[in-house]
């Protein structure tokens, strides 16, 4: 009887640690992503009629895509800009300034904004 008692006792501490265990992994959710407050609608219209194609690209009736990496910081402003892929002539870089310009809605994590990456992808048109 002993023996049991023991091995109950024994299996309840298991359970005990265990679940003191899971209640210090703590799992941090990310409430929402950077975004243009405006909707991804009106951040395109912004880049399409506020960029200039150097000639060279309106020549060669350029198409392609530019995809932008940037960190969004908890102030809105944008930082850290990077050309993951271009079409070049001079089009990667038009699209780097008008998007450093702009102020984004900071990602928020557990109530609270934060600095976060985000990466958007334009497609280009040089006719």
Same mark, same amino acid.
């Given at each position: ?9 024994? !299996?309840?501490? %298991?359970?005990? &640690? ?7 992994? !703590? ?6 992503? +950077? $975004? ?12 399409? %009629? ?6 060279? $690209?309106?020549? *060669?009736?350029?198409? &392609?895509?530019? /995809? ?12 850290? !800009? %990077?050309?993951?892929? &271009?079409? &070049? ?11 450093? *310009?702009? *102020?984004?809605? +900071? ?7 934060? *600095?976060?990456?985000?990466?958007? /992808?334009? +497609? !280009?048109?040089?006719?």
């Amino acid at each position: 009887m002993k023996k049991l008692i023991l091995l109950f006792l024994l !299996i309840s501490f %298991s359970f005990v &640690g265990f679940s003191q265990t899971d209640k210090q992994n !703590i799992k941090v959710s990310t409430n929402s992503e +950077p $975004a243009y407050p405006k909707g991804d609608q009106e951040l395109y219209n912004y880049v399409y %009629s506020h960029i200039y194609y150097s000639e060279e $690209a309106k020549k *060669k009736y350029l198409e &392609g895509e530019v /995809t932008l990496s940037f960190d969004v910081k908890n102030d809105s402003t944008v930082a850290n !800009i %990077s050309v993951i892929s &271009g079409v &070049g002539y001079g089009v990667d870089e038009e699209v780097k300034r008008l998007i450093q *310009k702009l *102020k984004f809605a +900071p990602g928020i994590q557990n109530g609270i904004a934060i *600095k976060m990456n985000t990466m958007y /992808t334009f +497609p !280009i048109k040089a006719h």
